[in-house]
């Protein structure tokens, strides 16, 4: 557990939290411990089996309160999240006292079946998290090419050798790792250095081509960061955050990125990526 991650995002959330003045709630005069927490993350049993939907209970408690669940944080005393994966899950509970100081207490879940989880999760995240690598068995795995005609660079395209000549570091060597512990990404170049960022994806956001076919399943977000060689370079090389998801499953992921205002045949660019 990345208690870096934790207690960032908690500082963060109770500063807003504290913000509030719509919010009324008594915070202990003193500091309490971690064993003097009367917290409860119970499963919601459903045909006799544990969900992945959890009830959270830390109301009464006295402190401000943050729950980490793994795919998302929530700042509610009482409330019922959904994880995504199943088997056993960490919920970790952090408090801050009035007296400034944190409580932290874990509590270990068994979730025994899923329900309502996006399959997206599992093929981006695998059990946990996941790696990603440019697709190496194609000619090109990046360049352009005409938006809501093509699903892969079939104008100017580049292939994995020459990648670093575009984002250095981002070519052969290079991979992003997918996690579900705080939706975060991570981009580990060639040489080993990192950035962290965080993802999201919209499998409502379809897009069909002018014929009314098919052409996007969804649309997969970042923030903080890109996928490898995320530019567009007729922008100036803006980075781009945006990315239509035109093929996704266990072993290979298709993005693409129209220029702005782009129709039918006008520029567009393409990822080609695979699991590692």
């Not at 005069?29 to 003097?36: E, L, N, V």
């Not at 830390?58 to 509610?76: M, Q």
């Not at 890109?226 to 298709?254: F, H, R, W």
Request: charged letters at 20%; hydrophobic letters at 35%.
């Amino acid at each position: 557990m990345n208690k870096t991650l934790i207690y960032s995002m908690l500082a963060a959330s109770l500063l807003m939290v504290a913000c509030d003045p719509a919010e009324d709630r008594d915070v202990l005069s003193g500091a309490i411990t971690a064993d003097q927490l009367n917290i409860t993350a119970t499963p919601q049993v459903v045909d006799g089996k544990n969900s992945n939907y959890i009830d959270l209970n830390s109301d009464g408690v006295g402190t401000l309160t943050s729950w980490f669940y793994g795919n998302g944080t929530t700042t509610s005393t009482k409330t019922t999240v959904q994880v995504v994966l199943a088997g056993q899950r960490e919920i970790v509970f952090t408090g801050l006292n009035h007296d400034g100081t944190y409580i932290t207490k874990t509590l270990t879940v068994q979730v025994d079946t899923l329900i309502g989880v996006a399959p997206e999760w599992g093929i981006l995240c695998g059990t946990g998290e996941k790696n990603w690598v440019w697709d190496n068995t194609l000619s090109a795995v990046w360049g352009n090419g005409g938006y809501l005609g093509n699903t892969s660079p079939g104008w100017w395209t580049v292939a994995l050798a020459d990648i670093d000549g575009q984002a250095k570091g981002e070519g052969a060597g290079a991979k992003m790792t997918f996690s579900v512990n705080g939706s975060t990404l991570t981009k580990t170049k060639s040489d080993g250095s990192t950035t962290k960022g965080s993802f999201a994806f919209d499998m409502s956001a379809i897009t069909n081509d002018d014929n009314g076919v098919l052409w996007a399943k969804g649309k997969l977000t970042t923030k903080n960061i890109t996928m490898l060689c995320g530019k567009s370079p007729n922008e100036g090389n803006a980075p781009v955050y945006s990315y239509d998801i035109l093929k996704l499953d266990d072993q290979k992921m298709v993005l693409a990125y129209p220029e702005p205002k782009s129709k039918a045949w006008e520029t567009a660019w393409f990822w080609m990526f695979r699991a590692e």
